[in-house]
């Protein structure tokens, strides 16, 4: 079966570094994609890795090792409005997503 | 900006309605998805259409069903609504299929139904 796993909850205090880890077992792999969703709201695109190593977009960044079926965000600098959830996704093909539990981050003061 | 519009915000209705969620995007995606998120589960893939009057089913299509009329649109068809349907339905739209740098998907702001 397809599975992504991540942790249920992770909480860091504003200012901080946070790591949230994603590892993947999947019949095919064509990317690594990072949602944020508030509570009452969509998720919306953080980043994405087709290829290993680093892409950083601001105070967020995404890693991707495709050999170890692993990925990570992270997130500097937290600010209290970073307080969300945040899903890894892993893109199958063939139009397929197929999504993590996702992971609720609290930013503590 | 990618606007994902979707009919309602809220719903309730009763075990055996026939209930349809509309969903609306502006950007001329090919591709349209549907998912429901339930907690601790994530995001499943109901249904999806990768051009008019095409669609596929996804993990969960029991008991759902969809349409794609025109480009812009995707309903989602609940035949007889049952209490397990309860849930929050999410619609989104992705300009490309899944595999290269187009795969991005944005999504309208939730569905959330009840069923009594």
């Known amino acids: 079966g397809q599975s992504l796993e991540q942790p249920s909850e992770v909480t860091a205090v504003e200012g901080a570094i946070v790591q949230i880890n994603c590892t993947y077992q999947?019949?095919?792999?064509?990317?690594l994609s990072w949602y944020q969703q508030h509570d009452g709201g969509a998720p919306t695109f953080l980043s994405y890795?087709?290829?290993?190593g680093l892409e950083e977009t601001g105070r967020f960044s995404s890693f991707l090792s495709r050999s170890d079926s692993y990925g990570y965000l992270l997130l500097q600098e937290l600010q209290m409005k970073d307080s969300a959830s945040y899903f890894c996704?892993?893109?199958?093909?063939?139009?397929?997503?197929?999504f993590g539990a996702g992971t609720r981050l609290f930013v503590k003061a | 900006d990618v606007k994902v519009t979707q009919s309602s915000r809220y719903l309730v209705k009763r075990t055996g309605e026939k209930v349809f969620l509309e969903c609306v995007q502006d950007?001329?995606?090919?591709?349209m998805f549907w998912y429901r998120q339930d907690p601790g589960l994530g995001l499943r893939l109901i249904y999806f259409?990768?051009?008019?009057?095409?669609?596929e089913k996804g993990d969960i299509p029991e008991g759902y069903s969809v349409s794609r009329e025109k480009k812009e649109r995707f309903s989602l068809i609940l035949e007889s609504a049952s209490t397990n349907q309860t849930s929050m339905y999410l619609c989104?739209?992705?300009?490309?299929?899944?595999?290269?740098?187009?795969?991005?998907?944005?999504f309208g702001p939730g569905t959330r139904l009840l069923v009594l």
């Open positions: 890795n087709a290829l290993d």
């Open positions: 999947t019949s095919g792999f064509y990317g």
């Open positions: 950007m001329d995606h090919e591709n």
């Open positions: 259409s990768y051009d008019v009057k095409m669609k």
């Open positions: 989104a739209s992705s300009l490309r299929a899944s595999g290269g740098a187009g795969e991005t998907q944005y």
């Open positions: 996704a892993v893109g199958l093909g063939g139009f397929k997503t197929i």
